[in-house]
């Protein structure tokens, strides 16, 4: 089919002018806008993250120092009418052990003391012993007053009058006894009756007594040294036998019937003589 070369122009004009008007009525959409170069002094700041800040954990309590919490206690001791009382031993038991003594005014003071339940004990020679419990806190010091009971005196003892002496000092007279009676005795045939034995050293044997004097029979085989009597006199008069008395370095011979007077004080040696004992009536008087 062939087109008429006047529709060709008019249908290229049509179609442009309905294109205008489909323009003009459809809203146009701004042309993009091309963002600039990012330059260092246009770069926005940008902040770095904060660290996370670590958990808090809450720190431990500072352990006590030794001294912290400490207290002291001061002790005055005093006896009932107030007058201190020195040298009281005084011994604190509890969670801390003290020991002391007061002073010339009665006081004592113990330091650095932990707390807690003590009991306090004080003793003297002078005063009743005492115990007292005390409760002690921390850093609060502690003032004890102890009023102690002294020893009371003992009583003054009154001694029972000693009985009569049955003895009397030199040249004094004994009391007369009235039923005292007269003792007769044979010395030879004692001494026969009452002969010292063969492996015996010596032999003493009281024959007599008086209130005054007292007598022994005295038998001798070893020696008798050194023999004194510091509070009497002594009379020794030889029975039988022979033998030498030694005083202050001097020997005396002792026979048969010799008598001899011996001081009080005075210290003594007695020996035999021969194969025979030495025997002798020995008096003592006070």
Same mark, same amino acid.
């Given at each position: 089919?062939?087109?008429? $070369? ?16 489909? *323009? ?23 902040? /770095?993250?904060?660290?996370? /800040? $670590?958990?808090?954990? +809450? ?11 400490? *207290?002291?206690?001061?002790?005055? =001791?005093? %006896?009932?009418?107030?007058?201190? =009382? ?11 052990? #003290? !020991?002391?003594? &007061? ?8 330091? @650095? ?31 004890? %007053?102890?009023?102690?009971? #002294? ?8 001694? $029972? ?8 000092? *030199?040249? @004094? &007279?004994? $009391?007369?006894? *009235? ?22 050293? +010596? ?25 004194? #009597?510091?509070?009497?006199? !002594? ?31 005075? @210290? ?19």
């Amino acid at each position: 089919m062939m087109k008429s $070369p006047v529709l060709m122009p008019l249908a290229i004009l049509l179609f442009a002018g309905v294109g205008a008007v489909w *323009a003009q009525t459809t809203p146009q959409k701004p042309p993009a806008q091309t963002p600039p170069p990012v330059t260092a002094a246009s770069a926005p700041k940008t902040q /770095a993250p904060a660290p996370a /800040a $670590p958990p808090k954990t +809450q720190a431990p309590a500072p352990a006590p120092s030794p001294v912290a919490g400490r *207290a002291s206690i001061t002790i005055m =001791v005093t %006896d009932l009418s107030g007058k201190g =009382v020195a040298d009281v031993h005084t011994t604190v038991t509890g969670p801390v052990s #003290r !020991e002391g003594a &007061t002073g010339r005014d009665g006081g004592l003071a113990f330091q @650095a003391l932990r707390a807690g339940n003590y009991r306090l004990r004080f003793d003297s020679p002078e005063v009743i012993t005492l115990e007292r419990d005390v409760t002690i806190k921390a850093g609060a010091p502690v003032e004890v %007053d102890v009023a102690l009971d #002294r020893v009371p005196a003992k009583p003054a003892t009154t001694q $029972p009058a000693p009985p009569p002496s049955t003895t009397t000092r *030199a040249g @004094a &007279t004994a $009391p007369p006894d *009235a039923n005292a009676t007269i003792d007769l005795l044979s010395l030879p045939d004692w001494v026969e009756a009452n002969l010292i034995g063969r492996n015996d050293p +010596q032999k003493e044997t009281i024959v007599g007594r008086t209130a005054a004097a007292t007598a022994r029979v005295i038998q001798v085989r070893d020696p008798i040294k050194d023999h004194v #009597r510091g509070d009497a006199d !002594e009379m020794l008069y030889v029975i039988a036998g022979q033998g030498v008395l030694r005083a202050k370095g001097r020997d005396q011979s002792l026979d048969a019937g010799s008598l001899a007077v011996i001081p009080r004080g005075v @210290a003594y040696s007695l020996e035999r003589r021969g194969r025979n004992p030495l025997i002798a009536l020995s008096i003592v008087g006070k």
